[in-house]
């Protein structure tokens, strides 16, 4: 029987005792969807700290999303009790790195309240700098930049390690430059972005051996969940901090790698076996969370992949529901098929917090929330910045972060005339003259200027009252807390009247998410850490347990799990999409199948596909054709609910290539409700499928995680 300290052990199968039990040396467990890898990494830091091998202050665990740290916490808090607590250091890469370069920023030029930049200011300061080089920022734009400097930092190459000719790549030779440059203007504003947060990390530890050896020491056990999705960087950091006592746990899967394009290397999971000499790999092959149907679609699927490890599954499951395909003839169609279906499951009393919607791009997600919000159907949305992206809590933002960090340029150049106040260009130009030449934050050089008579009598008068009450508000955060310090600010700098003048349409929702916006700050101990919150943590509506519908990216969607789970736009050019395929060919395809693999994994019981055969665009109506990825599932799991009359169904059985089928809806009869009403379309979407991918959205990848979960994975 099993000591009853040791309870958490009896609901595992053999392998994932063994996983959890090994907890010596390097161990790497390489297993499938839903084979309870989250759940051994869970169990096995109860174990290490139940059975006294560590402290929950000695243990570092890496999640990949705040969400899913903050799960971990909840679960082994469940199996061991409050203890749980000590874990400080369970978090995300960003947020650990935060931690460790908060403790040590002098040693690498910062103070310990440094910002970490959002990627608009990032851009905004990589403007400046292409600018004060001297180059035209049109024919070289910040965002390439931006994307490049990411990549080097996801490298762990700081501006010493990038090779001369790979530094030339922009601007004719001067991408080296520009990013030291970059980095340097960071340093001057006390500020890092997120790639920093590691690579800092390294150098710190490169540079200070007794610190590494400090955190080599605290950090008896480390554990890494999605482990085939870091980047270099992170495996360089994990190296360095694991190469003393080795008790390194990383648990991943190559089939779930979707983080390509963001730098990520499935390659670290074969680096692992030969940095790590002697590790113990265990595999895990039995599926606790999908029926048969969906499995075995799912598996199906992605073996049409070439580059794998290569892993069987099975499960012990009945059969279940067949995967359904679903097709409409617009966009607008398979919003209103799902929120049908989405209503025909709550009357049957199926709990709305055990559906997910998951979109390849977040502008699949509009209609989508339409849908919901007329129909009443309670939903949130995950991983996604929408929140405190929002113009008017960004402006909030920037005031409060110049209360907390008057050196903080890019918030105050942010709102120095929001509301308008007679600051404009010319003003800010003069600053920044000043600013420069002197090396000191804008708001330094203001109390310089305002002294002088560089400035007319008006906006000098202006800006005195500005610093004047910057400081006010400052002295007050030492004694009022955030939210009355916010609510002030924002009340006494007219910005909260700015929108209450405004007559706009969207002025009073603005208004709203203000109010939300100080409610929210109730639950920090202090500016600094809110706002830190806000940097790290871009999922809004994440501490809501209420019943709600999950609407996300597939990226997101990593790692959850829901009964049923809708998965809409499955069409080629959008998924897969044509950028990946475009800039990546076949690794692009891969990895859009992988992602395929991720959505249809996440269900338990229901796995929902849809395909459109008209879409909008940027605004224009563009015809599609069923993703291949729809071929790619086998006939014997498959069930087609509703599709025009002429399709006919491949299913990868030899039913003819799918270019056969590439316009298989023009002219033809057509099944659904959605057909009258959709006829109306018709003159807009002649332009043909083409069009659809060079509309594409292009942005470039972002850098920030949370945000970049739902902003990057919306464009790439
Ligand atoms: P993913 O690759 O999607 O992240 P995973 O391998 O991390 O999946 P988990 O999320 O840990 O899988 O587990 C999937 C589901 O199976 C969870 O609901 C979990 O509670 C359940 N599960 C895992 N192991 C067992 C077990 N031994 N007995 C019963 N249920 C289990
Ligand atoms: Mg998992």
Same mark, same amino acid.
């Given at each position: 029987?099993?000591?009853?300290?040791?309870? =958490?052990?009896?609901?595992?199968?053999?392998?994932?005792?063994?996983?959890?039990e090994?907890?010596?040396?390097?161990?790497? *467990?390489?297993?499938g969807?839903?084979?309870?890898?989250?759940r051994?990494?869970?169990?096995?830091i109860?174990?290490?700290?139940a059975?006294?091998?560590?402290w929950?202050?000695?243990?570092l665990?890496?999640?990949?999303?705040?969400?899913?740290?903050r799960?971990m916490?909840?679960?082994?808090?469940?199996?061991?009790?409050?203890v749980?607590?000590? $874990?400080?250091?369970?978090?995300?890469?960003?947020?650990?790195?935060?931690?460790?370069?908060?403790?040590?920023?002098?040693?690498v030029?910062?103070?310990?309240?440094?910002?970490?930049? &959002?990627?608009?200011?990032?851009?905004?300061?990589?403007?400046?700098?292409?600018?004060?080089?001297?180059?035209?920022?049109k024919?070289?734009?910040a965002?390439?930049?931006?994307g490049?400097? +990411?990549a080097?930092?996801?490298?762990?190459?700081?501006?010493?390690?990038?090779?001369?000719?790979?530094?030339?790549a922009?601007?004719?030779?001067?991408?080296?430059?520009?990013?030291?440059?970059?980095?340097?203007?960071?340093?001057?504003?006390?500020?890092?972005?997120?790639?920093?947060l590691?690579?800092?990390?390294?150098?710190?530890?490169?540079?200070?051996?007794?610190?590494?050896?400090? =955190?080599?020491d605290?950090?008896?056990?480390?554990?890494?969940?999605?482990?085939?999705?870091?980047n270099?960087a992170?495996?360089l950091?994990?190296?360095?901090l694991?190469?003393?006592?080795?008790?390194?746990?990383?648990?991943?899967?190559?089939?779930q790698?979707? =983080?390509?394009?963001?730098?990520?290397e499935?390659?670290?999971?074969l680096?692992?076996?030969?940095?790590?000499?002697?590790?113990?790999?265990?595999?895990?092959?039995?599926?606790?969370?999908?029926?048969g149907?969906?499995?075995?679609?799912a598996?199906?699927?992605?073996?049409?992949?070439?580059?794998?490890?290569?892993?069987?599954?099975?499960?012990?499951?009945?059969?279940?529901?067949?995967?359904?395909?679903?097709?409409?003839?617009?966009?607008?169609?398979?919003?209103?098929l799902?929120?049908?279906?989405?209503?025909?499951?709550?009357a049957?009393?199926?709990p709305?917090?055990?559906?997910?919607?998951?979109?390849?791009?977040?502008?699949?997600?509009?209609?989508i929330?339409d849908?919901?919000?007329?129909?009443?159907?309670?939903?949130?949305?995950?991983g996604?910045?929408?929140?405190?992206?929002?113009?008017?809590?960004?402006d909030?933002?920037?005031?409060?972060?110049?209360?907390?960090?008057?050196? +903080?340029?890019?918030?105050f150049?942010?709102?120095?005339?929001?509301?308008?106040r007679?600051?404009?260009?010319?003003?800010?130009?003069?600053?920044?003259?000043?600013?420069?030449?002197?090396r000191?934050? $804008?708001?330094?050089?203001?109390?310089?200027?305002v002294?002088? +008579?560089?400035?007319?009598?008006?906006?000098?008068a202006?800006?005195?009252?500005?610093?004047?009450?910057?400081?006010?508000?400052?002295?007050?955060?030492?004694?009022?807390?955030?939210?009355?310090?916010a609510?002030?600010?924002?009340?006494?700098?007219?910005?909260?009247? $700015?929108?209450?003048?405004e007559?706009?349409? +969207?002025?009073?929702?603005?208004?709203?998410n203000?109010?939300e916006?100080?409610?929210?700050?109730?639950?920090?101990?202090?500016?600094?850490?809110?706002?830190?919150h806000v940097s790290?943590?871009?999922?809004a509506n994440?501490?809501?347990?209420?019943?709600?519908?999950?609407?996300?990216t597939?990226?997101?969607a990593?790692?959850?799990?829901?009964?049923?789970?809708?998965?809409?736009g499955?069409?080629?050019?959008?998924f897969?999409?044509?950028?990946?395929?475009?800039?990546?060919?076949?690794?692009?395809?891969e990895?859009?199948?992988?992602?395929a693999?991720?959505?249809?994994?996440?269900?338990?019981?229901r796995a929902?596909?849809?395909?459109?055969?008209?879409?909008r665009?940027?605004?224009?109506?563009?015809s599609? *054709?069923?993703?291949?990825?729809?071929?790619d599932?086998?006939e014997?799991?498959?069930?087609?609910?509703?599709?025009?009359?002429?399709?006919s169904?491949g299913?990868?059985y030899?039913?003819?290539?799918?270019?056969?089928?590439?316009?298989?809806?023009?002219?033809?009869?057509?099944?659904?409700?959605?057909?009258?009403?959709?006829?109306a379309h018709?003159?807009?979407?002649?332009d &043909?499928?083409?069009?659809?991918?060079?509309?594409?959205?292009r942005?470039?990848?972002?850098?920030?995680?949370?945000e970049?979960?739902?902003?990057?994975?919306?464009?790439?």
């Open positions: 029987a099993v000591a009853p300290q040791l309870a =958490y052990l009896s609901g595992l199968n053999p392998e994932q005792r063994a996983a959890v090994a907890t010596e040396g390097p161990v790497l *467990v390489l297993a969807a839903g084979t309870g890898k989250t051994v990494l869970t169990t096995r109860a174990h290490l700290i059975t006294g091998r560590a929950p202050s000695q243990i665990a890496v999640t990949f999303t705040n969400k899913a740290a799960e916490r909840e679960r082994i808090g469940r199996a061991i009790g409050e749980a607590e000590g $874990m400080q250091w369970l978090g995300t890469f960003h947020s650990i790195g935060t931690k460790i370069l908060r403790r040590h920023a002098e040693l030029g910062l103070r310990s309240d440094f910002t970490i930049l &959002g990627t608009d200011d990032q851009l905004r300061l990589m403007k400046q700098v292409i600018e004060a080089e001297g180059i035209d920022e024919r070289w734009p965002r390439q930049l931006a490049l400097i +990411d080097w930092k996801n490298r762990g190459l700081g501006p010493d390690q990038v090779a001369a000719g790979e530094a030339g922009f601007a004719n030779g001067k991408g080296g430059r520009l990013y030291r440059a970059y980095q340097e203007r960071l340093k001057v504003l006390n500020a890092v972005d997120f790639g920093d590691l690579l800092e990390c390294l150098r710190l530890w490169r540079e200070h051996p007794d610190i590494l050896e400090q =955190y080599q605290r950090f008896r056990y480390m554990l890494v969940d999605e482990y085939q999705d870091t270099v992170q495996y950091w994990l190296r360095l694991a190469q003393k006592r080795k008790n390194l746990c990383c648990v991943g899967d190559d089939d790698s979707i =983080y390509g394009w963001r730098g990520a499935v390659d670290n999971i680096r692992f076996e030969h940095d790590f000499p002697g590790a113990i790999v265990i595999r895990l092959e039995r599926n606790y969370r999908s029926t149907h969906i499995l075995s679609a598996s199906v699927l992605i073996a049409k992949n070439q580059g794998r490890l290569g892993k069987t599954l099975r499960t012990e499951d009945e059969l279940g529901e067949k995967v359904t395909i679903t097709g409409a003839w617009d966009s607008e169609d398979e919003a209103r799902i929120g049908e279906e989405i209503e025909a499951l709550h049957k009393k199926h709305l917090s055990e559906i997910a919607i998951l979109v390849r791009i977040s502008a699949q997600m509009r209609e929330e849908r919901l919000v007329q129909l009443g159907v309670p939903y949130r949305v995950i996604g910045p929408r929140f405190y992206e929002r113009a008017e809590i960004r909030a933002l920037a005031y409060l972060r110049v209360v907390n960090q008057p050196a +903080d340029d890019l918030a150049e942010r709102i120095v005339n929001v509301p308008k007679g600051l404009g260009d010319a003003t800010i130009q003069v600053l920044h003259n000043h600013a420069r030449a002197a000191v934050p $804008m708001m330094e050089a203001a109390r310089f200027i002294e002088t +008579d560089e400035l007319k009598p008006k906006p000098r202006t800006l005195r009252d500005l610093l004047i009450s910057f400081g006010r508000w400052s002295k007050l955060s030492e004694t009022m807390s955030q939210s009355e310090v609510q002030i600010v924002l009340e006494e700098s007219g910005y909260t009247d $700015m929108w209450q003048k007559k706009s349409a +969207d002025a009073a929702g603005r208004l709203e203000l109010k916006l100080v409610r929210s700050m109730e639950e920090f101990p202090d500016l600094q850490s809110f706002l830190e790290l943590v871009m999922e994440e501490s809501d347990t209420s019943e709600r519908v999950s609407l996300m597939l990226h997101a990593k790692g959850l799990e829901f009964d049923t789970v809708f998965l809409p499955w069409e080629e050019g959008l897969p999409n044509q950028r990946a395929l475009d800039e990546s060919g076949r690794a692009g395809l990895e859009e199948r992988r992602l693999h991720v959505g249809i994994t996440r269900a338990k019981r929902k596909i849809y395909f459109a055969s008209n879409r665009i940027h605004g224009l109506w563009n599609t *054709v069923p993703s291949r990825f729809v071929d599932l086998p014997a799991n498959v069930e087609i609910v509703e599709a025009p009359a002429n399709f169904y299913g990868g030899g039913g003819g290539s799918r270019f056969d089928r590439m316009q298989p809806f023009s002219g033809s009869s057509y099944q659904t409700p959605g057909w009258q009403r959709a006829q018709r003159a807009s979407t002649e &043909g499928g083409s069009s659809a991918r060079r509309s594409r959205d942005r470039g990848p972002m850098m920030i995680e949370g970049l979960v739902a902003k990057s994975t919306g464009s790439s």
